[in-house]
């Protein structure tokens, strides 16, 4: 069995993304074992998960709308703006459904987002969260991200239940959070569900361990550009030099990166390098070459 693998996955609600990756390390053991994308403990949903060489194209993976599913509890906030963390505020106010679709416009296209405190983003070189848990005063940077799309799936007072597709970086906390506040209440996220990355969907989802097919499947998936080689090329290939006469063919890349193919058979994935030619980004097994 190859440790260079892309595996789909689901995560329970419960555990958190690191735990959720135990099974995963057990079948690959020894091997590098990553995901692209965290989910909180309380959340469920696809992870992306990258083993061997392949956790090397985390950049091509990480970049990725996604898409949600969340349940939102109005009237209270929690510190963390999830159900595990303590109420800090409530708000008498629980708005109609017609408050409620008259604010949503202006949380779709390009929008000031503020990350919650408790995530893991860097504040002068610690996480915000570990800041937060020492009670220290945490001034988070609004930024920008794009909702591509947000609707509401149904509402029983105090429970809103949206439907968003979002860029890379977006908290659904914090929207959750904002779209209360600019309905004149308070709310937090109870429930969150991830249900497709980038083009991957449930229908996705691998075996463990991911068979050489399954993950060459979900490569060409992201990877448009393909690279024929020819023979000549294994032996310098073999110590990490990509020999530019050795490519017998070239697709285009949207992307800058390309499937590397011998005889039809997937040897790895190089990316375009600045000035001309191309590097190695992973390589499915250097010692089979």
Do not use: W
């Not at 998960?49 to 209270?76: H, Q, W």
């Amino acid at each position: 069995m190859s440790d260079f693998a892309v595996i789909i996955t689901k995560k329970e609600s419960g555990v958190t993304s690191f735990q959720s990756l135990s099974p995963i390390k057990k079948i690959y053991k020894g091997s590098k074992v990553g995901h692209c994308g965290t989910l909180d403990k309380f959340a469920s949903g696809l992870m992306i998960v990258l083993t061997g060489e392949a956790a090397k194209l985390n950049p091509v993976f990480s970049g990725f709308d996604k898409s949600y599913r969340a349940r939102i509890m109005l009237g209270c906030e929690t510190d963390t703006l999830d159900p595990e963390g303590e109420v800090v505020r409530r708000c008498d106010h629980i708005p109609s459904m017609d408050e409620i679709e008259k604010i949503l416009p202006s949380f779709t296209g390009e929008i000031e987002q503020v990350p919650p405190v408790y995530s893991a983003i860097h504040v002068g070189g610690k996480r915000a969260y570990e800041l937060a848990r020492s009670d220290r005063e945490v001034e988070m940077k609004a930024r920008k991200v794009r909702i591509h799309s947000l609707s509401v799936l149904s509402y029983e007072a105090p429970y809103l239940v949206i439907d968003c597709r979002v860029s890379k970086g977006t908290y659904i906390r914090s929207l959750a959070r904002d779209i209360a506040a600019a309905a004149g209440s308070a709310g937090h996220l109870t429930a969150l569900e991830r249900y497709s990355i980038g083009p991957f969907g449930y229908g996705d989802i691998t075996g463990i361990p991911s068979s050489a097919e399954e993950t060459e499947e979900r490569l060409k998936a992201v990877i448009d550009g393909v690279i024929d080689f020819a023979d000549s090329g294994l032996f310098r290939l073999r110590n990490g030099y990509v020999q530019p006469g050795a490519v017998k063919y070239k697709s285009g890349s949207s992307s800058g990166y390309y499937l590397l193919y011998n005889k039809g058979r997937l040897l790895g994935v190089l990316c375009d390098k600045e000035g001309g030619g191309y590097s190695i980004t992973a390589m499915v097994n250097r010692e089979d070459i």
